[in-house]
């Protein structure tokens, strides 16, 4: 047996027939992701008998919103200490197991991307009073990667659903610091603050850097 909508055909087709009642029958089945809206009519195949079913009610699929990300926490981290980076999503496919959801870091180098595959660690929902599988907005904990192919740069953070990739959510001005080279950490202005001044006289400027 398969199910199909106009030339997209559904996945992950189940059959259980009623116990009680053997004139009926339940088919539950993983809606298929299409590039633009919609109304189709499916047909249930059943193959070994030759039979299609064409199901009288039209099935709409409706545009979605772009997948984004509203925050990322921290922007930056060390080429070579690994830490927890947590990202919210909105418009994420629903998920009810850590395997459907992929991240990965896209290093330019050379004129190429060099893409890192991040480790999810954990997902929590923020739909409030709905599953998991239901809502569509995330929040996911990741860790950073350090070793081969990690250096300082500024870099896309991407995150999406395995079955769905073309909806990934993208933030492109995270950033990787090598801790071990020199840095200015502060700069104090005689004139006040960090970054001010004096017109008519000149101005003692300190910076403060480490490892020098």
Do not use: C, W
Not at 45 to 57: A, D, E, I, Y
């Amino acid at each position: 047996m398969d199910l199909g909508f106009a030339n997209i055909t559904a996945t992950e087709i189940s059959y259980d027939a009623s116990a009680s009642a053997r004139s009926e029958a339940a088919i539950s089945f993983r809606m298929p992701a299409v590039t633009q809206s919609s109304v189709v009519n499916p047909v249930v195949r059943f193959l070994s008998l030759g039979l299609s079913l064409p199901v009288s009610q039209a099935f709409t699929f409706s545009a979605v919103s772009p997948t984004l990300v509203s925050s990322v926490l921290p922007t930056q981290t060390s080429t070579s200490a690994s830490s927890v980076v947590t990202v919210r999503v909105q418009s994420f496919p629903g998920i009810d197991s850590i395997d459907f959801v992929a991240a990965q870091f896209e290093f330019e180098a050379d004129g190429s991307a060099e893409i890192i595959a991040v480790e999810v660690l954990s997902f929590e929902g923020l739909g409030i009073g709905l599953e998991d599988s239901q809502t569509q907005s995330f929040e996911f904990a990741l860790q950073s990667p350090t070793g081969q192919g990690v250096s300082e740069s500024i870099v896309t953070l991407r995150i999406f659903h395995v079955l769905y990739p073309q909806r990934s959510a993208v933030f492109q001005d995270f950033a990787f610091i090598d801790t071990t080279l020199p840095r200015v950490s502060q700069i104090v202005s005689a004139a006040g603050g960090s970054n001010r001044a004096k017109l008519t006289e000149a101005t003692r400027i300190t910076l403060d850097i480490v490892n020098a």
